[in-house]
């Protein structure tokens, strides 16, 4: 495990912290930092955490559909209630985000003056290509598809991935000046050799394109399909016929997606798989939603011959499975020959994995070996010098997300390789050290809030067509979400030259989080990001790791601007909870001008006394309710500091009427208030 230093600068001098990653970062395969961003999402700044995500995951937006979210599995709101809706609030803060993010493509010169080949452009290739063209080389992509996206562009029904969300992904990515040479099969429109002798390096992410099938009687019969040829003619549109009884052979999620297409097809579908229910490989989520959809499933039963009619599919013989894993945990089934059965079908399917197609390396210097290729995973090189591998290919089944990770990687060995400097041991590393899970002793101040569900298209509506069936968050359901977020390892961080070992911290926070020796140090475990101990010190010596109040106290002026200079309506700085900002039908005058915050915990005396030295007539602070604050202790603590605030201004002659604070607004009272006129 590694400890990664961060460099936070949250007064304009330095502090360097090595602190573990809060669990959902550490969990996903290239450390997306997911509180940074839900915090952005919390206080309405869509355009800023569009940045943060798409920073280390150029197919975001494909990921905000179909990614495995294995950072929700990690969420330490699991020993609390739920974790928190990760994937979907990605998906609502990239679609708020959209009109920022084509503003934002430029296309990039080739300054290195160097080209590099890609061949294939699913997850791996795609990453390789985004990074490889920011590091300022030439870049073209060779895909033997009409469209670029790999398996997400033809083997995905749309159903799951809407095609405009990936186009977004490779848009960004061509917006680069990257080249795309589509419908070009390599080996067979081009070379290999060609492609390396006119590149300075080449990269192979050709992934897994082909289906594995079966070595049981009778399965050439008419009738016998394999999943990837069945998902590729179905998103291509290019008329695949089955029958009205299809059955499927699989338990994984490529099987899944076959079993709920051939459903949308209009057929009767049935999966038969040799795991138990608890043993299947597709997720938990896929087995729940096809199975609503009216998708059979028969566990703990193996393919043993294909029964035919006239050299047409018409039954499946099966036989009974004993155990799919031997003593050791790998796959090795036994069976009871036995116990048989026999299932009806007039089309059948086998989704029982994947290999990759090394035809076109036939005749090239690459070595094969086992049916695979020689590489090494300390440089992501071939056995020849300029040729590099990643994705699937070399590291087997796997996430989108690994593959993305497996393409910044191979981009980097690549980017080493041509500057003369590559050697193992530098490539990026993924895997760090996370936050422990939430101590049981402060499990009881964390108050229980349900996730908001998503809601899903009607299981007899859905199965009848290829429309997404998600619908998204809105804004008021994103920021509740949102505000769900503990801010793990986005909490307090203390620099040691400052602190005077007061113990104004350890007073104040509610969750024990300090311990106070020397100087204070903060137990990123324990700590809720609640903001009090930044609040309250004293000395300044404590900051947040995540957005924080004083971030924007430098723009100020901006966010208050110069408004009616004659003073005829008063200009109002309003410090608001994001728990109203956002809300559906929450109207605020255009006098206010906004300052959200993910809670009023953060605000301190020098926020309220610097918004009325930037101008402000009048500060609106707009709070959670009492009882709804998802902080311990906030309303009191912020009580003792509004009362200090109010007893400065007195001194500097500002009446302390001038500051307002609200809760539980009707929706329009904010214009009704006399205070804001």
């Known amino acids: ?210 289906s594995r099938s079966l070595n049981i009687p009778n399965i050439d019969s008419d009738g016998v399909l394999l999943a990837i040829p069945f998902l590729t003619s179905v998103v291509f549109n290019r008329g695949v016929k089955i029958g009205k009884n299809v059955l499927v052979i699989g338990g994984g999620n490529v099987a899944i997606d076959v079993a709920r297409t051939a459903r949308r097809l209009g057929s009767n579908v049935e999966m038969v798989c040799l795991e138990s229910a608890e043993e299947m490989p597709a997720w938990k989520w896929e087995i729940e939603e096809a199975m609503e959809e009216g998708i059979k499933i028969r566990n703990r039963w193996g393919p043993n011959a294909v029964i035919k009619e006239d050299e047409k599919v018409k039954e499946l013989e099966v036989i009974k499975v004993l155990s799919v894993f031997d003593k050791q945990g790998k796959f090795n089934p036994s069976f009871d020959k036995n116990v048989k059965d026999i299932i009806q079908a007039d089309t059948i399917i086998i989704t029982i994995g994947q290999m990759s197609d090394n035809s076109f390396a036939k005749d090239s210097p690459l070595k094969i070996e086992g049916g695979r290729f020689s590489w090494d995973p300390n440089t992501q090189m071939t056995n020849h010098p300029s040729v590099f591998i990643t994705g699937e290919v070399v590291t087997g089944p796997g996430s989108a997300i690994a593959a993305v990770a497996s393409g910044h990687k191979t981009a980097h060995a690549v980017h080493l390789f041509l500057q003369g400097q590559l050697k193992p041991g530098l490539l990026p590393n993924f895997e760090k050290e996370k936050i422990e899970q939430i101590p049981e002793e402060i499990k009881g101040k964390i108050k229980p809030q349900s996730r908001l569900k998503i809601l899903h298209l009607e299981p007899a509506i859905r199965c009848q067509t290829f429309d997404h069936f998600e619908r998204g968050y809105d804004e008021e359901s994103a920021l509740k979400e949102a505000g769900r977020c503990r801010g793990c390892g986005g909490g307090a961080i203390v620099d040691s030259s400052r602190c005077m070992a007061c113990l104004t911290c350890k007073r104040v926070c509610p969750y024990g989080a300090p311990i106070v020796k020397a100087y204070s140090e903060i137990r990123p475990e324990f700590c809720q990001a609640c903001g009090l101990c930044v609040s309250e010190c004293p000395a300044q010596a404590i900051s947040m790791v995540s957005y924080d109040v004083r971030e924007i106290r430098d723009n100020m002026p901006v966010t208050i601007g110069i408004l009616n200079p004659d003073r005829k309506i008063p200009v109002i700085a309003g410090f608001f909870c994001t728990h109203h900002v956002g809300v559906k039908g929450f109207q605020v005058p255009d006098n206010i001008r906004v300052i959200p915050l993910s809670c009023v915990s953060r605000l301190d005396v020098l926020d309220i006394l610097k918004a009325f030295q930037c101008g402000a007539d009048k500060v609106a602070i707009l709070k959670c309710p009492e009882d709804s604050c998802k902080y311990e202790s906030v309303n009191t603590r912020f009580s003792l500091r509004l009362s200090r605030a109010k007893k400065l201004l007195q001194m500097l002659s500002i009446q302390p009427e001038k500051i307002v604070v609200l809760s539980e607004l009707e929706v329009g009272e904010l214009g009704d208030n006399h205070f804001f006129k």
């Open 1 to 210: 495990m590694v400890i990664q230093e961060q460099t936070y600068r949250p007064y304009g001098y330095e502090i360097k912290e090595k602190r573990p990653f809060s669990p959902c970062r550490s969990a996903c395969p290239v450390n997306t930092d997911v509180q940074a961003y839900i915090a952005l999402i919390s206080t309405g700044r869509y355009n800023e955490a569009f940045e943060v995500i798409r920073s280390v995951n150029p197919i975001a937006s494909a990921c905000s559909y179909i990614c495995h979210h294995p950072c929700e599995q990690a969420c330490r709101r699991c020993s609390i209630d739920e974790p928190l809706a990760i994937r979907h609030l990605k998906r609502f803060a990239l679609e708020k985000a959209s009109g920022y993010r084509r503003s934002k493509r430029r296309i990039l010169k080739n300054t290195q003056g160097k080209n590099i080949a890609i061949i294939g452009s699913g997850p791996s290739g795609l990453t390789v290509a985004n990074d490889l063209a920011d590091l300022g080389y030439g870049v073209t992509i060779y895909e033997k598809h009409l469209a670029l996206g790999g398996m997400l562009a033809s083997a995905i029904p749309p159903y799951r991935l809407p095609r405009e969300a990936l186009q977004e992904d490779i848009d960004d990515i061509l917006s680069k000046g990257v080249k795309a040479i589509l419908n070009c099969q390599v080996g067979k429109d081009i070379s290999l050799n060609e492609i390396i002798q006119k590149n300075d390096a080449v990269v192979i992410a050709v992934g897994l394109s082909q």
